[in-house]
């Protein structure tokens, strides 16, 4: 079983910036595609940002390019989301999930392939 925990999120003023942090328990963390998603009220959830495994690299939806940066630190087995200039349409419960076994690198966006999810953080752009 694969642990997930999520961490630096918080309310913070438009145009302001927020790094979130995922660690893994994945002994196998560098392989493994991995994503942030997010979920507002009343939406469903989106994805934000994607890295691939195997520093192959990664994905933005066009409407996250610019603001967000996703990076891992393979030795600490974390996942990063750098977030800027942000707006309250940002406002949301972001998560961190994985997908543990072999996927295309097309495939390391979709939802249904991520099959390790954390409790996720809440971020609030007022």
């Known amino acids: 079983q694969v642990q997930l925990v999520e961490s630096g999120g918080g309310t913070v003023q438009a145009g302001g910036s927020l790094r979130l942090s995922c660690a893994s328990s994945?002994?196998?963390?560098?392989?493994?595609?991995m994503g942030w998603f997010r979920q507002a009220p009343g939406k469903e959830r989106e994805v934000v940002a994607t890295?691939?495994?195997?520093?192959?690299?990664?994905y933005y939806p066009d409407s996250m390019k610019g603001r967000f940066t996703v990076s891992r630190d393979n030795a600490k087995t974390t996942l990063y989301l750098q977030m800027s200039n942000l707006k309250p349409e940002d406002t949301a419960m972001y998560y961190c999930?994985?997908?543990?076994?072999?996927?295309?690198?097309?495939?390391?966006?979709?939802?249904?392939?991520?099959?390790?999810w954390g409790q996720g953080t809440q971020v609030t752009v007022s």
């Open positions: 994945e002994p196998a963390f560098s392989r493994r595609c």
């Open positions: 999930a994985l997908h543990r076994g072999i996927v295309a690198w097309g495939q390391c966006r979709e939802r249904a392939v991520f099959d390790y």
């Open positions: 890295f691939y495994g195997g520093g192959s690299g990664t």
